[in-house]
């Protein structure tokens, strides 16, 4: 089982200032066709997760472009480059390289 | 419009028996692997498994696998999650999410229910 894990486990940001998250995980999640198999997730309030980013990089459909993935291999981020009172919740990196999909801990972000 | 629509809650007592269903609509239900994600409150996301529909391929997590069982109805587009003996353990929301692919690879998962509270009681 690939283990992932996450730093910080919790964020108070400004609103209208930067946010990132890491994620790092126990096997490279490289595939031999040039793809990192990385998600990340938002899972706000109340509400079931819902798809930010796939392929480590690729923004999901309906995502706003102030979220951003990067990465390759094991260690990757997610950066919100203006945070909004609406990104708060929880976010969570999962690797989808083994069918035996796992998730990080969760990073809660809050507003100050 | 990609939808999936799960059950309602369940409150069970610990060795009782539960199946929780996940209506999808607005894609070809056989074509797309759909999976099983539990929260327990503090304690994060688990993934349990995910089925293909097309040819009932199913995975299990190893630690779940025996404990749930998947199952899927091509012809009204359903996927089921049951139980035959509950644990207190259970108790969890449930999320039925389909399964997206890139270039046949699976990548994640980009359209979710909106879960089912399972409780159970010892």
């Known amino acids: 089982e690939i283990v992932m894990t996450q730093s910080p486990l919790s964020l108070s940001v400004t609103p209208g200032e930067p946010a990132s998250i890491s994620c790092r995980s126990s096997r490279s999640l490289l595939h031999t066709d040039g793809y990192s198999y990385l998600d990340w997730y938002l899972q706000k309030p109340g509400q079931s997760p819902q798809l930010l980013i796939y392929?480590?990089?690729y923004r999901a459909s309906g995502v706003p472009d102030r979220f951003s993935g990067s990465g390759s291999g094991t260690d990757f981020t997610l950066n919100i480059t203006r945070v909004e009172a609406e990104d708060v919740g929880i976010y969570y990196c999962m690797q989808a390289l083994q069918t035996l999909f796992t998730f990080g801990p969760g990073t809660k972000v809050d507003i100050k | 419009e990609v939808q999936l629509v799960q059950s309602g809650p369940e409150v069970k007592e610990s060795g009782g028996s539960l199946r929780i269903s996940c209506q999808t609509s607005g894609y070809s239900f056989k074509n797309f692997f759909l999976g099983w994600v539990r929260e327990v409150p503090g304690k994060g996301l688990e993934w349990l498994g995910i089925?293909?529909?097309?040819?009932?391929?199913?995975r299990y997590r190893p630690s779940f696998e025996g404990h749930v069982s998947i199952s899927a109805d091509e012809s009204i587009g359903v996927a089921y999650l049951q139980w035959s003996s509950l644990k207190a353990s259970d108790t969890a929301i449930y999320y039925c999410?389909?399964?997206?692919?890139?270039?046949?690879?699976?990548?994640?998962?980009?359209?979710w229910g909106q879960g089912t509270l399972v409780s159970v009681t010892s």
């Open positions: 999410a389909r399964v997206m692919s890139h270039e046949g690879m699976v990548a994640g998962f980009d359209h």
């Open positions: 089925i293909y529909p097309g040819d009932s391929d199913i």
């Open positions: 392929l480590s990089s």
